[in-house]
Structure formats: structure tokens, C-alpha cells
């Protein structure tokens, strides 16, 4: 129990519509980064968010786009859903400072998109 | 191309026995690099963080090494249980602010 939450844990959209995805990190930490993972394949980076600031991102479109709350909870936003889209989205909550450095990454169950 | 290799893609192995699973990157620059086990449809959990300067690191029946020269890593299992079976994934950080690359897991499969 790493007490990242997700939410939905499933959910099945049709190609153009718009999903939103939730993530509450763990007590304490700042930092939530967001994966794609596609079956039997390793997670894909899509971005990081630092105190509500976006610090990083993969290789992925904008329709891929987040927030970070001040609780330091997180939503990752896909728009005109692809059926590449599907797969299993992940958050990671962690620990950042003010000279980048963080520490464990925690992983929550994470939210299996399908688009048809 | 993928940046982080993992080798094998999926093996099966029996209960008792030790396994290896190989890690090769080219990911630079390099800041840490992670082993995670993942259980089918849960999420990644972490086993073990090397930095560059270690070449080894235990968690239990787990041994991580580290070569930063050659850009190779491996996890050994040692006195494989029911419960190792799941994908390991090796995880290349390469800054500070956590750029991470991940492999694409070794499938484990431990029979009785």
C-alpha cells in the first residue's frame, strides 16, 4: 500500500472524446509524474509536476496535458482521444527539493483507459 | 530506439531456483538507476536505487549491480518464490530533476 490513490481505475471512451484521470500522492509528498503504459511494454514518461509546476515531460503530444493542485493532488487530461490511447496510466508520488533531487518513487494501482 | 535494454524478454523458472535479469543503457547523462518489480495490473514497486558510485545493492533475495563504465545492470533472484513472478523493470534516471527512462520489464514466471 503505497497510499497513492487513482481514479477511475477503469474507464472505456470513444476516439475523439476527452478523459480526465486523477491522482492523490502520498501524505507529504510534492512531486507527481505521470506514466502510459501499453501492454507488455515498460511505462512511458509523460510529464512531472513539482509545486504545481510542470518540471519535465516525455515525448508526447499537447492534447496530453495536467495540473497539480496546491493538496498536491494531480489530473492528467487527454483531449480527442486516439485508439493508441488505450492502456494503463499511472502517477508516481515522491519527495522533490528546492535542487531537484527526489527520492522514492510511489506508484499507485493506475487507470486502465479504453478507447474504442 | 529504446534507450534502456532488457534482456531476457520473459523467462520461466523453477521455485527454488536463482534467475538473472539483464539491464544495458545508453541513456546519458546518468543520475541513478532503479529496479522495479511489477505484479499484472499493479502498479511498479520499487526494489532497489543505485547511484553511480555503487556497484551493488541487496533487498532481501535481490542483488542489483551496477557497471556505470559499461552501462550495465542486473538483478539476481535468489531461491525463486511463487510470489517473484512478475515483469522487472529497470529504470534509468538521468538528471537531476528525474527524466526517467524505463525498459520495457523482463517477464518472470516461477512454476512450482
Known amino acids: 500500500e503505497t497510499g497513492v490513490t487513482q481514479s477511475p481505475t477503469h474507464l472505456i471512451k470513444t476516439r475523439g472524446q476527452q478523459v480526465t484521470l486523477r491522482c492523490s500522492s502520498q501524505?507529504?509528498?510534492?512531486?507527481v509524474s505521470w506514466y502510459q503504459q501499453a501492454l507488455g511494454q515498460g511505462p512511458q514518461f509523460i510529464f512531472q509536476y513539482y509545486r504545481e509546476e510542470e518540471n519535465g515531460r516525455g515525448n508526447f503530444p499537447p492534447r496530453f496535458s495536467g495540473l497539480q493542485f496546491p493538496n498536491y493532488s494531480s489530473e492528467l487530461n487527454v483531449n480527442a482521444l486516439e485508439l493508441d490511447d488505450s492502456a494503463l496510466y499511472l502517477c508516481?508520488?515522491?519527495?522533490?527539493?528546492?535542487?531537484?533531487?527526489?527520492?522514492?518513487?510511489?506508484f499507485g494501482e493506475g487507470s486502465r483507459l479504453t478507447v474504442l | 530506439k529504446n534507450q534502456v535494454e532488457q534482456s531476457p524478454q520473459s523467462l520461466i523458472i523453477l521455485e527454488g531456483k536463482n534467475c538473472t535479469l539483464q539491464?544495458?543503457?545508453?541513456?546519458?547523462?546518468?543520475?541513478?538507476l532503479r529496479w522495479y518489480k511489477q505484479d499484472t495490473g499493479r502498479g511498479p514497486v520499487s526494489l532497489t536505487i543505485?547511484?553511480?558510485?555503487?556497484n551493488t545493492k541487496s533487498n532481501g533475495r535481490y542483488t542489483a549491480t551496477l557497471d556505470a563504465d559499461t552501462k550495465q545492470s542486473s538483478l539476481h533472484i535468489t531461491a525463486s518464490q511463487l510470489s517473484d513472478s512478475a515483469s522487472y523493470i529497470c529504470?534509468?534516471?538521468?538528471?537531476?530533476?528525474?527524466?526517467?527512462?524505463f525498459g520495457a520489464g523482463t517477464q518472470v514466471v516461477v512454476t512450482p
Open positions: 508516481a508520488s515522491s519527495q522533490g527539493d528546492i535542487d531537484g533531487a527526489f527520492g522514492e518513487l510511489f
Open positions: 543505485m547511484t553511480f558510485s555503487e
Open positions: 501524505s507529504g509528498h510534492n512531486t
Open positions: 539491464c544495458n543503457y545508453t541513456v546519458s547523462p546518468f543520475s541513478n
Open positions: 529504470v534509468v534516471v538521468t538528471d537531476s530533476w528525474g527524466k526517467f527512462q
